[in-house]
């Protein structure tokens, strides 16, 4: 492999002449791109530091003021620092150091400024007001009432002009703290269908008791910290869901996503890879420029959270016997590469600019040339960010805190993301559609189990024949649309001659950090076997049809997933579907318990084949909508609950009803991958730019995992996963009972069969 020949930027001996100095200029050449690359990066910072902080204002608008203010005082012969200068002078001297024209214009300029100052403050509190008005959501679809109209008029009026990633984050209103009355409320009514009355009079009396005695003080201190903090939830979500779990985070925290279902880009993998990670970069840059539009609901008006894009980038999950802790850096000017139990650190940048497709894609085909044997422990060491927490926490204390250990870590962990250069071939296979998308789908979600770093932020694995896992929908459109392949495959451009190859990281694993590997790697190895995928496209109807019969299609499916677990189990269960709380600022998620008692009486119609099903699917629909919307805006209870059982803990004080709640299974678990392509494809010219969505891991262990992503108007593509393990579940039986209450559902409408295919 090539190496990089300018290792020191001058070097010197010492000869019986003097010294004779050598200067590398190639070196010192790279080093003055780099450092200027950097400054460029800290003012554009700057800058969209001071743009974001003045929103929904802006340095032009301050000039306006200024300049509109100072001529008005000037014709109307009004003193523009309002008589402040006056009262000054009789405290200071002021006209010894500046004249009287000077004094007035520059105090003119400061009570500008303070006007400027006092329109911003009232624009963003009349908007974060504006923003805490959810009535739109009562709109029913198509249709929009006029006092939503009105609203929307000023939300624009005061929304300012061309708004950067992060502009509105402060003006987003902060997560509302729910009575503890509601919640009480809300929870027995959710766990009604669940119980029989003996439970549900036990359940009643905890939390009429909770709500009266220990409830209050609780919700006291929840009232303190909402008050003091951005987000009530999120960091001690953060902490206590994500950080603090000690099970191993592969199959349990990640989820994976999809490539292209029909589209094959390029058959080269080191082709695919160039433009790939050229397009991640692309989209870093925008990040860090805040140049991304904010993510937007009802006509590009309501703005959503945009925190979470703050750490996709350059972040990892560094392991602690107690907790995980978060390390991000603001820059990151490498990626880490894996391929065949060998770790490769790549430089993005050369020249003072990133690298070009055509040439990343040169130095992937270096690595696939590389015939190198991997270190001692080498292979299987990302096994330890598969396992268990606690031994991955006590391998790092011991085995990398210096030395080449702690160097070529830190190249992991610091690196901008981690690709994986697979050896193993995955695609959809039409002759073969079940069995070709189970295996992409394990293979996706862990691999083999030590060739993915799973404490990262994302990783980026392209398989042998070109197909790859999608992390943004936006490198999915610039990779074959925007920049394209030649007609051998290769990414457009040509190779760099004087290009430094790839570093090859080092490592020095002695036999007892091996050892920890190979039981990090059982443990993982044994969860993953256990994972029972299958991901199967519903392509009989989609959204289009849904949408005729007035209804909403999560809602449908919702309740489509309720009569089939019926079906496969004979019962209902605590049913998990997630929802977003991003129209508040650092809002994250939220539980829809979308089992209800209306859908439970409408699956008990259909399996007695009672006459009212549709009326009764109807208030099932309008129900789970409701519970939709409640949870968006700010009035769900999981949240709510959680957070009171954290202050519990932190007061030292026990609640039997808290505990109880908290430990309740999720035995289905639901989640529908949002559409971001709309932008980007048209998929009714193009339907062959449709993704198969993502999933994740079944939660229970006698339970099921439901991802579903609607795409276009005839699509629906279902990801389930369940564990082998459990004689209750199976998983491809469950994708039938899912089809089948699909089509019945629909068939209560009586379409002809060339709307139902």
Same mark, same amino acid.
């Given at each position: 492999m090539a190496e990089a020949h300018q290792a020191v930027a001058f070097q010197f001996t010492v000869t019986p002449d003097g010294i004779d100095l050598q200067l590398c200029h190639e070196a010192l050449r790279q080093i003055y791109l780099s450092g200027l690359h950097s400054w460029k990066k800290r003012f554009t910072r700057f800058k969209n530091g001071v743009m974001?902080? @003045?929103?929904?204002?802006?340095?032009?608008?301050?000039?306006?003021? @200024? @300049?509109?203010?100072?001529?008005?005082?000037?014709?109307?012969?009004? %003193?523009?620092? =309002?008589?402040?200068?006056?009262?000054?002078?009789?405290?200071?001297?002021?006209? $010894?150091?500046?004249? !009287?024209?000077?004094?007035?214009?520059?105090?003119?300029? =400061?009570?500008?400024?303070?006007?400027?100052?006092?329109?911003?403050?009232?624009?963003?509190?009349v908007l974060k007001r504006?923003?805490?008005?959810?009535?739109?959501?009562?709109?029913? +679809?198509?249709? /929009?009432?006029?006092?939503?109209?009105?609203? =929307?008029?000023?939300?624009?009026?005061?929304?300012?002009?061309?708004?950067? =990633?992060?502009?509105?984050?402060?003006?987003?209103?902060?997560?509302?703290?729910?009575? @503890?009355? %509601?919640?009480?409320?809300?929870?027995?009514?959710s766990v009604r269908p669940l119980m029989d009355d003996e439970q549900y009079n036990r359940m009643e009396g905890l939390a009429k008791d909770f709500e009266k005695n220990l409830g209050p003080k609780l919700q006291w201190y929840l009232k303190l910290k909402s008050w003091w903090t951005s987000n009530y939830v999120t960091d001690w979500w953060e902490e206590y869901v994500y950080l603090r779990g000690r099970g191993p985070i592969m199959v349990n925290s990640?989820?994976? *996503? /999809?490539?292209?279902?029909?589209?094959?880009?390029?058959?080269?993998? *080191?082709?695919?890879a160039g433009n790939s990670i050229h397009a991640l970069m692309l989209y870093r840059r925008n990040l860090d420029r805040a140049q991304i539009k904010p993510v937007y609901l009802l006509e590009n008006r309501v703005p959503l959270c945009s925190a979470q894009w703050e750490r996709m980038f350059n972040t990892s999950r560094l392991p602690g016997q107690e907790t995980d802790v978060i390390q991000h850096v603001n820059e990151s000017k490498h990626i880490m590469v894996y391929h065949r139990g060998r770790y490769f650190k790549v430089w993005m940048f050369y020249d003072g600019r990133l690298m070009l497709p055509r040439e990343i894609e040169q130095q992937m085909e270096r690595i696939l040339a590389d015939k190198s044997e991997p270190l001692p422990g080498e292979e299987k060491l990302a096994a330890l960010?598969?396992?268990?927490?606690?031994?991955? *926490?006590?391998?790092?204390?011991?085995?990398f805190r210096k030395g080449k250990n702690k160097q070529s870590l830190d190249a992991v962990e610091k690196a901008a993301f981690f690709v994986t250069l697979d050896d193993t071939e995955q695609r959809y296979e039409?002759?073969?559609?079940?069995?070709?998308l189970d295996n992409y789908a394990k293979s996706l979600l862990h691999g083999k189990c030590y060739d993915r770093w799973f404490d990262k932020s994302f990783n980026l694995i392209v398989f042998k024949n070109g197909t790859m896992e999608y992390t943004i929908y936006q490198v999915l459109a610039l990779d074959p649309v925007k920049l394209g392949y030649t007609e051998d495959g290769h990414c457009k451009g040509k190779v760099h001659p004087n290009l430094p190859g790839p570093l090859r990281l080092q490592w020095d694993i002695p036999e007892e950090c091996q050892s920890v590997i190979t039981s990090s790697l059982e443990v993982a190895k044994a969860l993953a076997d256990d994972v029972d995928s299958h991901i199967f496209p519903f392509n009989n109807f989609g959204k289009g049809l849904i949408k005729k019969c007035k209804t909403s299609p999560d809602a449908f499916i919702q309740i489509a997933l309720q009569l089939a677990h019926f079906r496969d189990k004979g019962r209902f269960c605590l049913t998990y579907e997630a929802s977003m709380t991003r129209l508040f600022r650092e809002g994250r998620t939220e539980t829809v318990r979308s089992c209800t008692v209306e859908t439970c009486d409408f699956v008990h119609a259909m399996m007695d084949g009672k006459e009212e099903k549709l009326r009764l699917l109807h208030v099932a629909t309008e129900k789970h909508q409701m519970l939709y919307r409640m949870a968006m805006t700010g009035k769900g209870i999981d949240r709510h609950l959680f957070c009171l059982y954290v202050v519990s803990k932190y007061l030292g004080v026990d609640s039997p009803f808290l505990k109880e709640v908290l430990s309740e299974p999720w035995k289905l678990s639901t989640s529908q991958t949002p559409l971001q392509q709309v932008e980007l494809f048209d998929l009714r010219k193009h339907p062959e730019y449709v993704t198969s969505g993502g999933g994740f891991g079944p939660v229970a262990d006698d339970g099921y995992g439901v991802s579903y992503i609607i795409l276009g108007e005839d699509l629906i593509?279902?990801?389930?996963?369940?564990?082998?393990?459990?004689?209750? !579940?199976?998983?491809? $039986?469950?994708?039938?009972?899912?089809?089948?209450?699909?089509?019945?559902?629909?068939?209560?409408? +009586?379409?002809?069969?060339?709307?139902?295919?």
């Open positions: 974001t902080g @003045v929103y929904p204002g802006s340095p032009s608008g301050l000039l306006v003021v @200024v @300049v509109g203010y100072m001529s008005y005082t000037k014709y109307s012969k009004i %003193d523009p620092t =309002l008589g402040l200068l006056t009262k000054l002078g009789t405290h200071v001297p002021v006209s $010894r150091y500046i004249t !009287t024209d000077g004094q007035r214009a520059v105090g003119g300029i =400061l009570v500008a400024t303070g006007l400027w100052v006092t329109i911003i403050f009232i624009m963003r509190n504006l923003l805490s008005w959810h009535g739109w959501m009562n709109n029913r +679809h198509g249709s /929009m009432s006029l006092s939503t109209k009105i609203w =929307l008029v000023l939300v624009k009026l005061f929304s300012g002009r061309k708004p950067m =990633l992060y502009s509105f984050q402060t003006s987003l209103p902060h997560l509302p703290v729910p009575s @503890v009355k %509601d919640t009480m409320k809300r929870y027995l009514e990640n989820y994976y *996503a /999809m490539d292209f279902l029909y589209v094959f880009p390029t058959h080269l993998q *080191a082709a695919r960010t598969a396992g268990d927490r606690v031994p991955w *926490a006590k391998a790092r204390e011991m085995f039409p002759d073969n559609p079940v069995q070709s593509n279902f990801h389930i996963s369940s564990k082998h393990s459990s004689h209750e !579940t199976d998983s491809h $039986r469950f994708g039938s009972h899912i089809r089948q209450a699909m089509l019945d559902i629909m068939d209560l409408f +009586h379409f002809n069969e060339n709307a139902i295919k």
